[in-house]
């Protein structure tokens, strides 16, 4: 099935047309002029025949040579097995060709324009040989694109070459077929409550947690009178030799936010697999977020889309997923002043998606989490064989996790849950 590897719009434009006569179609009035003379002066039925088969040869080249080679229509077309097209799934394009001429065409050879960035992903060009083409039949020809990257892809022309039977006419065409796909990127399992860890006002929440505490461990203080044996830490009273309660606040936010560090010195200029990483745990956190009705914020300092957009729906999430397929790490706004200026928030879960270059954010993401926000740093490519580390504040918590792919994340949210 199709799904959403679609085509987004498609133009059909005639292109230029090339006809050629190849050097061996020049003999053939060569040959056919001397076996004319020979036949009529020695009157042998061979040189007759050799003469009548040279003037079919000519007859047919000719006929195919000012045939109109523009009888022809080829459409391209995208199959999946998915009804979401992720970067990483393979697709198969497929080119239909359909003639409309009573001349057949003998051979066919058809290659197709790949959108750029698609070439490393191809083993063998994207061409086909059809044979014996004719009027009124359908024909097929496939090529696999094995893992396809996040983005959208244009496709723009499709180039054919054919020729008569007797290999004495060359003939090249292209045929402006333009077409756009797109894929989004790759997504992933993850548990919304360990890293949205604050219920959210009006967030609807199952029967099965509607008995737990709405409350979240912020701090330890000293003992005061009419505090419930419950809260009293021993282990804090026994290293201080004072008596020490736990205190909690309310599991209660007013929204979620998911930050996408798009800096152009956070990333490598080119192709940064580390950045499809960083866009594949931005995409898997809103996913999470939706799925559990966590209201969710997505912000990036993306060039061509600044901002905040709100996500309370599939629907905005799909709309979401159509800005992340073209997301690119272009942006020229420094991630740190965005922070101060305008992401100031309190009482929010903050997830911050950056590079290993990103440890400069720590400053004023401490800063944030001290505001009674619960804020994680999911730094990218960094040293995966750091451990997960929470330090808890006075209010709320910040947590900087280091992974080499999204998947790192699975293991670092179970090491995230705060008892």
């Known amino acids: 099935m199709a799904g959403i590897a679609e085509v987004i719009s498609t133009i059909n434009v005639r292109g230029e047309v090339l006809v050629n006569f190849k050097g061996g179609f020049w003999a053939m009035p060569l040959f056919a002029g001397p076996a004319l003379i020979f036949a009529a002066w020695l009157h042998e039925p061979l040189l007759w025949f050799l003469f009548y088969l040279s003037v079919g040869c000519v007859a047919l080249t000719l006929l195919y040579r000012w045939r109109k080679w523009t009888t022809l229509d080829i459409t391209r077309s995208f199959n ?80 054919y070459k054919s020729g008569d039977p007797l290999g004495f006419v060359a003939y090249q065409g292209r045929i402006r077929k333009s077409a756009q796909l797109v894929v989004y990127p790759r997504t ?141 790490s272009d942006g020229r706004d420094i991630m740190t002043q965005l922070l101060y200026k305008e992401m100031f928030v309190r009482d929010s879960n903050v997830v911050i998606v950056s590079s290993h270059r990103g440890t400069r954010l720590q400053k004023v993401l401490r800063h944030l989490s001290v505001r009674g926000n619960s804020v994680t740093l999911v730094l990218v490519n960094g040293k995966s064989e750091t451990e997960p580390s929470i330090h808890p504040s006075r209010e709320g918590f910040f947590t900087e996790i280091f992974i080499d792919k999204a998947e790192d994340l699975i293991p670092a949210a179970r090491a995230k849950e705060v008892n």
């Open 188 to 328: 992933i399992e993850l548990p919304a409550l360990k890293f949205f860890p604050r219920r959210v006002e009006g967030a609807v929440m199952t029967r099965k947690n509607f008995n737990q505490s709405q409350t979240q461990l912020a701090g330890i203080r000293d003992y005061q009178p009419g505090d419930r044996l419950s809260l009293i830490d021993w282990k804090s009273t026994a290293k201080t030799g004072h008596l020490q309660s736990k205190e909690f606040e309310p599991l209660l936010m007013s929204f979620s936010l998911v930050v996408l560090d798009c800096s152009i010195d956070a990333w490598s200029r080119r192709f940064d697999p580390a950045f499809e990483e960083a866009v594949t745990v931005a995409a898997s956190l809103v996913k999470a977020a939706v799925a559990a009705h966590i209201p969710t914020r997505f912000h990036s300092n993306y060039s061509r889309q600044r901002g905040q957009q709100s996500v309370t729906s599939p629907a905005d999430y799909y709309n979401l997923l159509g800005h992340l397929a073209a997301i690119a």
């Open 80 to 159: 999946t097995d998915k009804t979401i097209l992720e970067a990483g799934s393979s697709l198969m394009v497929i080119l239909q060709v359909q003639v409309f001429s009573l001349l057949p065409w003998p051979w066919l050879e058809i290659q197709d324009t790949l959108p750029q960035g698609l070439e490393r992903h191809l083993n063998r060009e994207p061409r086909g040989n059809l044979a014996w083409a004719r009027k009124g039949a359908i024909q097929y020809t496939t090529y696999w694109v094995p893992k396809i990257p996040r983005g959208i892809h244009k496709w723009d022309s499709l180039q």
